[in-house]
């Protein structure tokens, strides 16, 4: 995206994908965030940053991608009475990070959705975590919020309220759905109850050691988190990790998509009435997460990446290990694939289900696996491939339909592409260290880091602060686009599709709530 | 459908032996006479999630794999804390989740068992106690056992659900006596 026509100056943002960043005015905000749509750019994070200790006010940042890579939009806020401008008219997406950004650091949108999103209610709502001032320390008694529910009146609809605390062993949320008889006329999602203080806790870590809460920020996309962490810190101390290590990082993050479709694949199945799935699948997956033990020392593969590269090498034999799982797996993958493709009962219950067609994937800026299955073949790992991924070539796994069974299709071709890579991985890895030793970390430096992880792309803004400190540490998760798209995608489609649907997706809570 | 009962033989059994209990993840003992009574062999639980970052889930999830067969124990996961004997508990006490912990806890049928998974669940762990996070979730309910890890591996879990029961067939014989 060009933005020197709209008189902006745009200076390289350290980052191990193409990006920048740009100071802009309100007006230059909107011009850019139109010509980005235009373009088919898209909004990916949107948060703000407390600068008033540096004489700055607030800053509001926007984060936009399109196939040039990521432009960071930076538009200063001189104090907390000031406000940005409602950029959810172009990216509706930004509907819940504005509200989100208001919550942790007080800054005022000009949106017509005023209400919380974050916020519940644990801390009184004049008083903004993310400021310099805010004690971290425990300090208010949970209290309860009256949230606004829209909610749809007329003969025969009745409401059905979910969660936070879910039926299955899953994450918390509260979901409103309106209805009549079986149909779902409107789902409402509120999020916000993992809420942990995942931000603020960052500030008071070293720099070079936050990886660890980095990959604890949503537990089955931990190599994901960790990696952008890692880039970002490795951005700001200029450095690169050893070519082993870049490679051993794709590895671990291949290792952790195909863990995770392998698991959902086998839910889906389950949640369509087909418990051999899950029964196989999980069996799988467990299988996984054994070697993993044995050659990463985790299960999950936690504390893997680490900032400089990885924590440890392949241990002697791992690579014959690998190759034969892979191999087997492969094998394993293609039996059940053709057992789920000729299911009668399964297809019957997979296809035209939550459908999310194009025009929407696009419109509400859906985004990874999801996206990819309704027709849009954005992935980080081929867009801006380097070291392993530009040299192993990924193949993209795209659908159109963007129903169930799309998104079922992709994460078959994705797991079985994951095998493949892992195979080649193996092979094609060149020798040499798997860490380097980070040089001292310069204070008030700003980077990027982004990882297609299983889910979509996260994304990391690291902030330094003097002495290997941290800043700001702004984590996103693409569970952010693909919320709300999750509400669209369920409008006329039974009660008891919900779950199918919405495994089909299978977002983060603890990514999102932070 | 021949591809599938095929795909059923040739994968077989895969279950493996239960672990024995930790006895060293009790924290509490509860004297209470009624509950080997009560509870006999089987045992349902309800899972909460109280603000975890969904690693202990995957585990938890990983008990049910033909593997762990964790329901061939005679172990069950329910729906609603009210069919529950144990609330299986991960995650440090988010400050948005406490209300609906305090409550699944209320709506639990005496005798409740209470097991806190992982280190968060533990101890707080990485997040600790903050303006959102209430820490560890002794702080919000009772717990009788601890299963510490980041995530605990299934075989941890199996270990420290074991141990309840244990500390509970412990409590039973001593109110016998």
């Known amino acids: 995206m060009d933005v020197a026509p709209l008189g902006i100056s745009a200076a390289t943002l350290k980052s191990a994908v193409p990006a920048r960043r740009c100071p802009v005015n309100s007006g230059q905000l909107l011009a850019a965030c139109r010509l980005a749509w235009e373009q088919g750019g898209q909004l990916v994070a949107l948060w703000a940053t407390d600068d008033r200790d540096l004489q700055r006010g607030f800053c ?12 960071l939009l930076e538009h200063t806020l001189p104090d907390e009475l000031a406000h940005y401008p409602d950029i959810s008219p172009i990216f509706p997406v930004a509907n819940r990070m504005q509200r989100a950004a208001f919550d942790m650091v007080g800054v005022q949108c000009d949106a017509d959705d005023q209400r919380p999103w974050t916020w519940q209610a644990a801390w009184p709502i004049d008083r903004f975590p993310l400021r310099r001032e805010f004690e971290a320390s425990p300090k208010w008694e949970p209290g309860q919020e009256d949230y606004a529910f829209v909610q749809v009146t007329g003969d025969g609809v009745h409401e059905i309220p979910v969660g936070p605390i879910h039926a299955g062993i899953i994450e918390p949320g509260h979901f409103r759905f309106q209805i009549v008889g079986e149909k779902v006329l409107r789902l409402e999602e509120r999020l916000g109850y993992t809420h942990k203080g995942v931000e603020k806790r960052f500030e008071a870590m070293p720099i070079v050691e936050a990886h660890r809460l980095a990959g604890r920020i949503s537990g089955d996309s931990t190599v994901a988190y960790a990696w952008a962490y890692a880039q970002a810190v490795e951005a700001i101390a200029g450095v690169a990790a050893p070519p082993r290590a870049a490679w051993l990082r ?71 290990e690998l190759r034969a799982q892979c191999a087997s797996l492969a094998r394993e993958l293609r039996v059940l694939r053709d057992i ?18 194009r025009e929407l994937a ?19 790992r081929c867009d801006f491939a380097d070291t392993a991924y530009a040299t192993l070539n990924v ?28 195979d080649l991985m193996v092979e094609a890895m060149p020798d040499g260290d798997v860490a380097l030793s980070l040089p001292p970390i310069t204070a008030s430096s700003i980077a990027l880091g982004a990882v297609e992880g299983w889910r979509g792309a996260v994304v990391i803004a690291l902030e330094s602060g003097p002495n ?30 919900f779950p199918l649907i919405n495994k089909s997706f299978n977002l983060s809570y603890s990514g999102h709530d932070l | 459908m021949l591809h599938l009962l095929r795909q059923i033989v040739v994968t077989g059994i ?30 349902t639980i309800r899972h909460v999630d109280a603000g975890s970052c969904n690693g202990c889930e995957l585990e938890i999830h990983a008990l049910g794999n033909p593997y762990y067969n964790i329901e061939g124990l005679g172990i069950r996961f329910v729906a609603s804390p009210r069919h529950a004997d144990m609330l299986l508990v991960t995650g440090p006490v988010s400050k948005h989740m406490a209300i609906a912990v305090q409550r699944a806890y209320d709506a639990t049928p005496d005798p409740k068992l209470v097991v806190a998974v992982g280190d968060c669940g533990c101890t707080g762990g990485i997040f600790g106690e903050s303006y959102a996070s209430l820490g560890r979730v002794a702080n919000v309910i009772p717990v009788d056992v601890e299963i510490p890890g980041c995530p605990p591996p299934p075989t941890a879990l199996l270990r420290g659900i074991r141990a309840a029961l244990t500390a509970h067939a412990a409590a039973g014989e001593n109110a016998k006596e």
């Open chain 1, 60 to 71: 509001v940042r926007v984060l936009l991608r399109d196939a040039d890579g990521f432009t």
């Open chain 1, 250 to 320: 794709a590895l671990l993050l291949e290792r952790e998509r195909l863990g995770n479709h392998l698991g959902d694949l086998g839910y889906i199945g389950n949640d369509a009435g087909l418990a051999f799935g899950l029964a196989q699948f999980s069996r799988l997956k467990e299988d996984v997460l054994r070697l993993n033990q044995r050659l990463f020392g985790h299960r999950l593969l936690m504390d893997a990446v680490v900032p400089g590269g990885c924590a440890r090498d392949l241990p002697p034999g791992a690579a014959s």
């Open chain 1, 340 to 357: 789920y493709d000729e299911h009668a009962g399964l297809q019957d219950r997979f296809r035209n289900c939550g459908c999310v067609p």
């Open chain 1, 362 to 380: 696009v419109k509400l800026g859906l985004t990874g696996f999801a996206a990819r299955a309704s027709g849009l073949p954005e992935d980080l």
């Open chain 1, 395 to 422: 193949r993209r796994a795209t659908r159109q339909q963007g129903d169930v069974a799309a998104r079922v299709a992709v994460r078959f071709d994705e797991a079985q592409e994951s095998l493949r890579l892992t």
């Open chain 1, 468 to 497: 290997g400190t941290i800043r700001r540490c702004h984590a996103h998760d693409p569970s952010w686009q693909n919320w709300p798209v999750l509400e669209h995608a369920v409008i006329g489609n039974i009660v008891p599709d």
């Open chain 2, 14 to 43: 895969k279950t493996e032996p239960a672990p024995s209990a930790a006895e060293d993840m009790i924290v509490v003992r509860r004297l209470q006479k009624d509950i080997l009574r009560t509870l006999g062999r089987a045992l």
